[in-house]
């Protein structure tokens, strides 16, 4: 994995952060997620497009703020879900591509609990306690998921999976039943399992 140091300028205070930007990597020993979230043995893969200032602590969109500058080395904050539902409230839901890339963050910041029971040194794990947030999040992704829906059969995956996380599993063993990829019938396998075990939680995808 190649990694590279970029700098963005915060838009309410100026303030001048570093952020990591993967320049290109591969995916041997990497741990796959039902979520579409790719996990490195040695990192967990960090979100850069959406940093927080150490200095004001507003979010900044690297890709609307970056800039070429040597010489600087403060490190960004990393958002929290309360920043990310924070920017439910501001201009991000005006653009269905940023409303959807926020509620994915919130999407996988309630499976990192999940995901980090999979881990034997991780004993932090709580289960959502605002399940009504978490739904309302899902049922919102699922309209966007389905605005954004291609012939490409990830699409159709994904939207399967939300549905599964949902605790609706028909609709879920409905989508997975109108893929016809072949290139998919693995993964199809282990999701129509996770609904056979009435199972709603992120699992680990074997490749």
Not at 105 to 123: G, S, T, V
Not at 124 to 131: A, E, F, G, N, Q
Not at 164 to 187: G, H, M, Q, S, Y
Request: hydrophobic share 35%; glycine share 0%; with cysteine.
């Amino acid at each position: 994995m190649l990694l590279k140091s970029l700098y963005a300028k915060c838009p309410n205070c100026k303030y001048i952060v570093r952020y990591t930007w993967v320049a290109s990597c591969n995916t041997f020993d990497a741990t796959f997620y039902s979520d579409w979230l790719v996990v490195w043995n040695w990192m967990h893969n960090k979100d850069t497009e959406l940093v927080k200032c150490p200095k004001c602590k507003s979010p900044i969109r690297t890709d609307e703020s970056n800039i070429r500058i040597n010489g600087w080395d403060w490190d960004h904050e990393e958002l929290l879900l309360s920043d990310y539902v924070n920017l439910l409230d501001t201009d991000h839901m005006k653009d269905p591509n940023k409303e959807y890339h926020i509620r994915l963050k919130i999407l996988r910041w309630y499976n990192d609990r999940i995901r980090h029971w999979y881990d034997k040194d991780y004993k932090r794990l709580m289960l959502p306690k605002d399940k009504e947030t978490r739904d309302t999040n899902l049922e919102r992704l699922i309209i966007l998921q389905e605005n954004k829906i291609n012939i490409i059969y990830e699409s159709l995956l994904f939207l399967s999976e939300l549905y599964r996380e949902l605790w609706r599993f028909d609709d879920c063993v409905r989508i997975l039943d109108d893929i016809k990829d072949k290139k998919a019938d693995n993964i199809i396998r282990q999701i129509r399992k996770a609904c056979e075990e009435k199972n709603p939680y992120v699992i680990k995808l074997k490749i």
